[in-house]
């Protein structure tokens, strides 16, 4: 009798013992699914939004969870000191986030995920914020689905619809105001006389008038569209009625101007000097940036390639674009991965240089450049991330910078706060 009640107390300890192993181990079916290489993203601490789709300010701390972004980010944009928007796409999806802390903290302000996006939106091109709560993001047609634009006025708690008269797709978005901006589309990209159309809201995006039509050469209520040919670079506009648009027509950079809100353009013949160029095989350039009260003060860059090597110089205006006066770099050609980075100005004097990991600085409108000293964040950051997305500067302390890994299909955010010398990862 005592020996099977051993066994019997030998058994229940064994099965103890065998439970108390398998215990921790979890459901297969409440296993994550890993997410493969190109979805990765890096590591943010993110605010989610309630149930009713608004940001929740009353969170606790312990609701804000810290992981690792499923969306390689693939484009940004600076709109203060401190602030910032970040995004990419996952499955068609849009995510878009945003932080107000130089990226302690991030919101997740992403709309919709009923509203698909095909390819990833470029700031300027199709994505637009005018402060931390009011942006603006076009969605362009896809096949039978038309061209819509979304709409924020309270930091991405809530996004609204509104939809362009043709299907075509957006190839610039400037918004001057929280109620007045433009959008100009472009229905056929790989021809060399595109149709372009201006579209303009003074509500906010809630309703869009086309005010310029260059389809078989007829205006909608102007004589002269912007351009009638040519690849569209960039559009910017000063105020409610002084426009600028660059664009290349022939491989060749051209700039446009409108005094009237954008229903009438004509060329600038003092911009581009192709005579300051010697045997360039093809141009790039960049959209125009003004700077400072009055917005009189602006730059557009130009670079020259030859034997697939780039460099950049630069036009400036004094006078809202009257008159623009050349300024060549005394920085190196560059190829390879980052051959078509523009240098990027904080206004008429100061800007930066990045070239094979190595920031350069003037503070000289571009006359002399220093080389600031080597971050090694960046040099070994770079390395993994050898191509360079975008790099802009906010203020003379303050700058963030994209880079990726093609092969890897991941991207990283790096942020500088003393000017360029030292970055670190957001």
């Known amino acids: 009798m005592t020996s099977w009640r051993s066994i019997t107390l030998i058994l229940l300890v064994m099965g103890v013992l065998l439970t108390a192993c398998t215990s921790d181990k979890p459901n297969e079916a409440s296993v994550p699914a890993q997410d493969e290489i190109q979805d990765s993203g890096q590591t943010i601490t993110v605010i989610q939004q309630n149930s009713t789709n608004k940001i929740n300010d009353n969170a606790e701390p312990a609701s804000k969870e810290k992981y690792q972004i499923q969306t390689r980010l693939s484009d940004f944009q600076l709109i203060s000191d401190t602030t910032g928007i970040a995004w990419g796409s996952t499955r068609n999806e849009l995510r878009l986030y945003l932080t107000q802390d130089n990226g302690k903290i991030w919101k997740n302000i992403s709309p919709s995920t009923s509203v698909q996006f095909l390819?990833?939106?470029?700031?300027?091109?199709?994505?637009?914020?005018?402060?931390?709560?009011?942006?603006?993001?076009?969605?362009?047609?896809?096949?039978?689905?038309?061209?819509?634009?979304?709409?924020?006025?309270?930091?991405?708690?809530?996004?609204?619809?509104?939809?362009?008269?043709?299907?075509?797709?957006?190839?610039?978005?400037?918004?001057?105001?929280?109620?007045?901006?433009w959008i100009i589309t472009e229905d056929d990209q790989n021809s060399l006389n595109m149709h372009k159309a201006l579209y303009r809201t003074k509500d906010g995006g809630v309703n869009w008038e086309k005010i310029m039509d260059n389809s078989a050469n007829i205006e909608i209520r102007g004589?002269?569209?912007?351009?009638?040919?040519?690849?569209?670079?960039?559009?910017?506009?000063?105020?409610?009625?002084h426009g600028y648009v660059t664009s290349l027509i022939l491989g060749e950079p051209h700039l446009h101007i409108t005094n009237d809100g954008g229903v009438t353009w004509n060329e600038n013949k003092n911009f581009s000097n192709l005579d300051k160029y010697q045997d360039c095989e093809q141009f790039t350039s960049s959209a125009p940036v003004f700077f400072g009260e009055g917005a009189k003060e602006g730059w557009i860059s130009v670079g020259c390639t030859r034997k697939a090597q780039t460099k950049f110089n630069a036009y400036y205006t004094p006078d809202s674009g009257n008159t623009w006066k050349f300024f060549s770099f005394p920085i190196g050609w560059q190829s390879g991965e980052n051959q078509l980075l523009s240098p990027t100005f904080l206004n008429s004097k100061e800007g930066w240089a990045l070239q094979s990991?190595?920031?350069?600085?003037?503070?000289?409108?571009?006359?002399?450049?220093?080389?600031?000293?080597?971050?090694?964040?960046?040099?070994?950051?770079?390395?993994?991330?050898?191509?360079?997305?975008?790099?802009?500067?906010?203020?003379?302390?303050?700058?963030?910078?994209?880079?990726?890994?093609?092969?890897?299909?991941?991207?990283?955010?790096?942020?500088?706060?003393?000017?360029?010398?030292?970055?670190?990862?957001?």
Do not use: C
């Not at 047609?141 to 509104?162: F, I, M, P």
């Not at 991941?410 to 010398?421: E, M």
């Open 357 to 426: 990991g190595k920031v350069f600085h003037t503070t000289s409108q571009g006359v002399k450049w220093e080389e600031l000293p080597e971050s090694s964040v960046l040099m070994q950051t770079m390395k993994k991330y050898p191509e360079v997305v975008k790099f802009q500067f906010y203020s003379s302390k303050v700058g963030w910078l994209l880079v990726q890994n093609n092969d890897l299909k991941r991207s990283l955010l790096l942020q500088t706060q003393d000017g360029g010398i030292r970055w670190h990862v957001l």
């Open 223 to 241: 004589s002269s569209p912007s351009p009638t040919i040519g690849s569209l670079m960039g559009m910017v506009f000063t105020d409610n009625q």
């Open 119 to 181: 390819t990833n939106p470029q700031y300027g091109k199709d994505i637009f914020f005018i402060d931390s709560l009011t942006g603006w993001v076009v969605r362009n047609s896809q096949g039978s689905a038309e061209t819509v634009v979304l709409r924020t006025v309270d930091g991405g708690a809530n996004w609204k619809l509104a939809s362009l008269p043709q299907q075509a797709k957006s190839s610039a978005i400037f918004f001057i105001s929280k109620n007045v901006g």
